[in-house]
């Protein structure tokens, strides 16, 4: 039985990455962009600091729809991000998902992702489609 799902039904977390939290993604990810864990070579960028991977970041969105809402018995259909703001190690973010679509053929959902950071700037935002299959 499809849980009823409501457009405008939101689910969020409160996140901060440790450097520790990113070390053990670079080494899962073979990422070695020293951006990530290098404070002399990130002093050096733009950026002036060691930044998260993106990637890191949105797959907080993955675990939103997979553990809240929908929740269980959610697949992954796409996912689009625009990466407006970089997200630095130990800055708290909001990451939030929004029901924005549900079609009524299918047990198809889409959402509206968002990543805010401390300062209220935009570090990511984009749109999830997923199928629930409970």
Known sequence: MMKKLVIGEKAFIIKKFSKDDVLEYLKLSGDSNPIHFDDEYALN????????????????????????????????????????????INEEINVMIEIVKIRTDKPIVTFKTICIKENGDIGIEGEAVVKYLE
């Open 45 to 88: 960028t733009p950026f002036k600091s060691c930044i998260v991977p993106g990637i890191m970041v949105g797959s907080l969105f993955g675990g939103l729809l997979g553990s809240e809402l929908p929740g269980n018995g959610t697949i992954h259909l796409g996912q689009t991000m625009n990466f407006k703001n970089p997200v630095y």
